[in-house]
T-cell receptor, first 111, second 115 residues
């Protein structure tokens, strides 16, 4: 089946640094969503992207829907301790209900 | 404005017992989805329901697993005769619409442990 490849798997950064992660797919996606998951909780939606080339910001977060519709990236600027968590990309390809998830990027922020 | 609610948050069952997980979608949402997450992995789609109908169950095992979303009340994911491999976090999500503008909002999950 189709797979989302998310990288990096983990990142250890210092407070104030920027973070960048991306997802790629072998298939075209119609929608890209970025979620953050804290330990013991469900994923929380951060940003939704609907059009190829779309660049969307939410505070210190910026995400883009790749022109080829096969990739997306998420940037976090000026990281703070509460940015710690696991970030997942997700998207719809051929089925509107079935969200496919990447394996996640674990972000650790040190003071 | 309550979000997606799931209960119980933690469930312990012995092998062979039944597990019943409940999900109440956000107010006004009629689309419900169930996902399973193993440790250090992403979420895997199981089933998509819309009031009283199963729309897509392609990710749900054919045996022992069933899901329903009745006209009244929460959506239920039922696992019969649980085995150790069923231990995982099960998340429910809901959405207002279906289609390309579908944003799914997740509940806090039910962590199932099978002894």
């Amino acid at each position: 089946g189709q797979q989302l490849n998310q990288s990096p798997q983990s990142m250890f950064i210092q407070e104030g640094e920027d973070v960048s992660m991306n997802c790629t797919s072998s298939s075209i996606f119609n929608t890209w969503l970025w979620y953050k998951q804290d330990p013991g909780e469900g994923p929380v939606l951060l940003i939704a992207l609907y059009k190829a080339g779309e660049l969307t910001s939410n505070g210190r977060l910026t995400a883009q829907f790749g022109i080829t519709r096969k990739d997306s990236f998420l940037n976090i600027s000026a990281s703070i301790p509460s940015d710690v968590g696991i970030y997942f990309c997700a998207g719809y390809s051929d089925s509107w209900g079935k969200l496919q998830f990447g394996a996640g990027t674990q972000v650790v922020v040190t003071p | 404005n309550a979000g997606v609610m799931q209960n119980p948050r933690h469930l312990v069952r012995r092998r062979g017992q039944e597990a019943r997980l409940r999900c109440s979608p956000m107010k006004g949402h009629s689309h419900v989805y169930w996902y399973r997450q193993l440790p250090e992995e992403g979420l895997k789609f199981m089933v998509y329901l819309q009031k009283e109908n199963i729309i897509d169950e392609s990710g749900m095992p054919k045996e022992r697993f069933s899901a329903e979303f009745p006209k009244e009340g929460p959506s239920i994911l039922r696992i019969q005769q649980v085995v150790r491999g069923d231990s995982a976090a099960y998340f429910c999500a809901s959405s207002l619409t279906s289609g390309s503008l579908n944003e799914q909002f997740f509940g806090p999950g039910t962590r199932l442990t099978v002894l």
